[in-house]
C-alpha cells in the first residue's frame, strides 16, 4: 500500500518558471515531511523539511505549503533554474525509529 | 563532521552469487541506520533498519539480510543474488534529529 502518493511523474518548466510538485498521505501518524533532491547517479540530499504543526516553510527559492487536514503537501520551486533539473522525492517519516516512506518521485527538467 | 561511507560504488555480479555490501557512519554515535533500494526510474524502498547493535527489522521479505555488528557498521548480504535483486543501494543514518544522510550508493547489476 502507497502511503505516500507523489504527483506529477515528470515535469517540465522553462527557466524563471514556477515548479509546483504535489504530494498526498493517508497515515496520520507522520510527523516529519522533508523534500529530497537526487541527481543521477547520487543519494538524496534533504532539501526542506515542514512538521505539521506549520502551513509553509520558505527557504530560499524552495517553499513548502501543508494542508494538514486535506493531508496534503506540495514543493513549490521559484524562479526555476536549469541547475534545479533533478528528480524530487517527497517523504514522510513517524515511530520511533523515524522511517521515511517516500513518494514515487518527479522528474524535474528546467529548460534554459 | 558527520560522514557516511558506503562501498563498493558499482558491481556487476553474476546470478546465484553472494552480496556483501558495507556502510560506515563517522563522527556521530548510536545512529539509527537503514538499508533502501531503488530500482531504475522508481521511488525509495525501506529494506530494514536498525536502531542499534544487533537489532535488525525488515520491511520486506527478500533473497537479502542485514547485520549490524558495530554501532556505526550496517551490512547488507545475500547468499545467492537473483536477478531481480538489481537496483542502486543506499544506506542512510539519522540521529535523534528528523533528517536523514544518505551515502553515495551502491550501483548493482546482476547479470
Known amino acids: 500500500q502507497q502511503q505516500v502518493k507523489q504527483s506529477p511523474q515528470s515535469l517540465i518548466v522553462q527557466k524563471g518558471g514556477i515548479s509546483i510538485i504535489n504530494c498526498a498521505y493517508e497515515n496520520t501518524a507522520f510527523d516529519y515531511f522533508p523534500w529530497y533532491q537526487q541527481f543521477p547517479g547520487k543519494g538524496p540530499a534533504l532539501l526542506i523539511a515542514?512538521?505539521?504543526?506549520?502551513s509553509e516553510k520558505k527557504e530560499g527559492r524552495f517553499t513548502i505549503s501543508f494542508n494538514k487536514s486535506a493531508k496534503q503537501f506540495s514543493l513549490h520551486i521559484m524562479d526555476s533554474q536549469p541547475g534545479d533539473s533533478a528528480t524530487y522525492f517527497c517523504?514522510?517519516?513517524?515511530?520511533?525509529?523515524?522511517?521515511?516512506?517516500f513518494g514515487s518521485g518527479t522528474q524535474l527538467t528546467v529548460l534554459p | 563532521s558527520q560522514t557516511i561511507h558506503q562501498w563498493p560504488a558499482t558491481l556487476v555480479q553474476p546470478v546465484g552469487s553472494p552480496l556483501s555490501l558495507e556502510c560506515t557512519v563517522e563522527?556521530?554515535?548510536?545512529?539509527?541506520l537503514y538499508w533502501y533500494r531503488q530500482a531504475a526510474g522508481r521511488g525509495l524502498q525501506l529494506l530494514f533498519y536498525?536502531?542499534?547493535?544487533?537489532?535488525i527489522s525488515s520491511e520486506v521479505p527478500q533473497n537479502l539480510s542485514a547485520s549490524r555488528p558495530q554501532d556505526r557498521q550496517f551490512i547488507l548480504s545475500s547468499k545467492k543474488l537473483l536477478l531481480s535483486d538489481s537496483g542502486f543501494y543506499l544506506c542512510?543514518?539519522?540521529?535523534?534529529?528528523?533528517?536523514?544522510?544518505f551515502g553515495s550508493g551502491t550501483r548493482l547489476t546482476v547479470v
Open positions: 515542514i512538521r505539521p504543526d506549520v
Open positions: 536498525s536502531v542499534g547493535i544487533g537489532q
Open positions: 542512510a543514518w539519522t540521529v535523534g534529529s528528523y533528517g536523514y544522510t
Open positions: 517523504a514522510a517519516t513517524s515511530g520511533s525509529a523515524r522511517q521515511l516512506t
Open positions: 563522527g556521530t554515535s548510536n545512529p539509527n
